[in-house]
């Protein structure tokens, strides 16, 4: 299996085609075949010892769903799947099966197959919570597409609203031996990170990477070559990776984003000291240590 990021990887067969086919979705709603993850807030159901996603049965979720607001994320282990939301505000349910967890936690403990799927669905349901109205006309939005978009009720306006994505870039910026790694003020003691930030309007990725590495550390970038992506869905994140090569060194916070940044070498990265480095889950973790393996002989 490819080495995939975090929350990353085509586990789903998304089936765009099923999401424009309302007799197909009425029927896999109502098949005992598919399969419903609830999101209950913001979090996901877990259970068993090793944890794995609870994904449970249209019998077993009659009390929650209503099939209009279903979203179809696609095929799972070749079933139909569906996320459904639930009121964070009432006591938690199905404590049978499980219990209901943050997707942080969830990402270190789920096979990766059903960590894709969770944070689909839960990425899905809080943007269908962000999106009631429509922002042209103000009226009101309903779901369309299987859930994967939504639609003014407005005759005369009905905008079509998608998904929001947010690109940001992250960066392991080297100069020879040294990687450059910075820490924000509420981060936990000792804790430093690569250099991070939003992709903004008119902007290439290579652009962001320099520009941002510049305001926060004030360090020169030459080449930049992509590594890989993550989606980071806290709340509708795309964090895309690079490695860079520093053509400066000196560092000034130029925009107080930092509380500090430093030079580290490998085998400061790898003691016992300063710094904390990253959760294992994060893409930022993954550049780091892939970094400590190119200088490895």
Request: charged content about 25%.
């Amino acid at each position: 299996m490819e080495n995939y990021n975090v929350f990353a990887g085509a586990f789903v067969d998304r089936s765009g085609e099923r999401r424009k086919d309302p007799d197909w979705l009425a029927q896999a709603v109502s098949s005992a075949d598919s399969c419903f993850v609830p999101v209950w807030g913001e979090q996901c159901l877990v259970g068993g010892d090793p944890q794995h996603a609870v994904l449970l049965q249209r019998s077993q979720v009659e009390a929650f769903v209503d099939d209009q607001e279903l979203i179809f994320l696609g095929l799972f282990r070749d079933q139909p799947a569906f996320a459904f939301a639930i009121d964070g505000s009432i006591p938690a349910p199905f404590e049978d099966f499980g219990e209901f967890h943050d997707l942080r936690h969830l990402g270190t403990v789920l096979p990766a197959d059903e960590a894709n799927l969770v944070a689909h669905a839960r990425a899905l349901v809080l943007w269908h919570a962000s999106q009631v109205f429509c922002g042209l006309c103000r009226s009101a939005a309903r779901p369309q597409a299987g859930g994967n978009s939504r639609i003014c009720t407005n005759s005369d306006c009905q905008h079509v609203i998608f998904p929001r994505v947010d690109p940001a870039i992250i960066v392991l910026v080297a100069s020879g031996d040294r990687c450059l790694l910075g820490r924000q003020a509420n981060w936990p003691e000792g804790r430093y990170s690569t250099i991070a930030g939003f992709v903004e309007p008119g902007e290439s990725l290579e652009d962001a990477v320099r520009r941002e590495v510049y305001e926060e550390t004030n360090v020169r970038v030459g080449a930049v070559h992509y590594h890989s992506s993550q989606p980071w869905p806290f709340p509708s994140s795309l964090m895309l990776g690079f490695f860079a090569e520093a053509t400066s060194t000196d560092i000034a916070l130029n925009d107080g984003e930092l509380d500090d940044a430093r030079w580290f070498t490998r085998e400061e990265l790898l003691g016992s000291d300063l710094p904390k480095l990253p959760f294992r889950i994060s893409i930022s973790r993954r550049l780091v240590d892939d970094w400590i393996d190119l200088g490895k002989p």
